[in-house]
C-alpha cells in the first residue's frame, strides 16, 4: 500500500470515528442536492470499520437511468436498502461504490434493461441509512483532498463552502477571477484580500480584517449565499450581482450590459466548469487507486 493510501484510508476511519462518538457530522454538497442524499445502505469499510459488518454483504445494480442497493446478510436473503432513479445521482454513485473493496460491496451493471432487479420496496419503507452517511463521508474527504492539494488557501476553501453549503468549486473559481489567489490584493476602487470584498460589505458579512484569508473567504462565500437565495439559486445572476452589485442585476433583470461583468460572468463561469470537471477526475482516479490497492 502507498503511502498517500494510506493516508487516505487513515482519514476515512478517523472521520468514521468521530461520526459514531458524537463528535462530528456527516456534510453533504451539490452532489446531495441532485440525489446524493437518497444515497445507499452499507457502511464505510475502509480503515478497520468492516468488522461492524461481518456476514454482510452490499450488491450495487446499476441500469441506464437507476441505481439500487442490496443488503445481503448470511442466512437471512436479500434486502433493497436504496434505489436511486436520478440518472447523475446514480452514475455518480456507481463511480463511488469503487473506492470500496469487493469484500463489502459488488457491482452490477446492465446497459440493456433492468431484468436483473428483482427486489421492490414497499411504499413508505424507511432504507437503511448508514451507507448514505458513509458515502457522504467517503465523498466529503475525497473533495478535501481535492481542494487542499489543488488550489492556495484549499482548506479555507473548503471548510467555508461547507459550512455555508455552497459550490466550493464555485468559490475557488471566484477567488481565481477576483485576486488570483492574493491574500493582500486591493483594486482600485478598494476591494480587499481573496474574494475581493469592499469594506462596508466585509463588515455586513462580519469580516474585521478583509486580508485574513479565514475572515475573507467566509464573509465572501456568505455574501454569495445570500445572493444565491436573492436569485432564487440563478447562477449567472449571483455571479453578476458579486461583481456589479444586486441593484443592477434587478435593473436589467439579468447580467448587466457592462463588458466588465460580462466578461467576469464569463470566466468564473468557465473556471466553475473546468474545477467540477477536475474533481470528477480526481474523484475517479483516487477510485482507481483504491481499488487497485484492495484488490
Known sequence: MTMRTRGFFDSLTLRWNLVRSGRSKAVGNRFTKRGMTLVLGAALSVGGTSQIFSHVHYIVERDLDHLQVVKQRSGEGRELVAQITDKFAANSIYKLTQILPESLVSRRSSLLDGSWFPISSPEGEKHDSTFATSFAF?????????????????????????????????????????????????????????????????????????YDADQNVEAGVKYLKYLDGRFDGNLKK?????????????????????????????????????????????REARAVETRGVSN
Not at 452589485?245 to 468564473?268: D, L, Q, S, W
Request: proline share 4%.
Open 138 to 210: 467517503i465523498d466529503k474527504t475525497i473533495r478535501e483532498k481535492f481542494f487542499q492539494t489543488q488550489f492556495p488557501f484549499g482548506n479555507v476553501i473548503h471548510q467555508q463552502a461547507e459550512k455555508y453549503d455552497v459550490d466550493p468549486a464555485l468559490v475557488a473559481a471566484v477567488i481565481e477571477t477576483e485576486s488570483r489567489f492574493r491574500e493582500n490584493a486591493r483594486s482600485q476602487v478598494g476591494a480587499q484580500g481573496l474574494m475581493q470584498l469592499m469594506p462596508r460589505t466585509g463588515r455586513w458579512m462580519g469580516a474585521r480584517n478583509l
Open 238 to 282: 449571483t455571479i453578476a450581482a458579486y461583481n456589479a452589485g444586486e441593484g443592477n442585476v434587478r435593473r436589467f433583470n439579468g447580467v448587466p450590459p457592462y463588458r466588465e461583468t460580462r466578461n467576469y460572468v464569463k470566466n468564473v463561469l468557465s473556471r466553475y466548469e473546468r474545477n467540477t470537471r477536475q474533481l470528477e477526475q480526481y
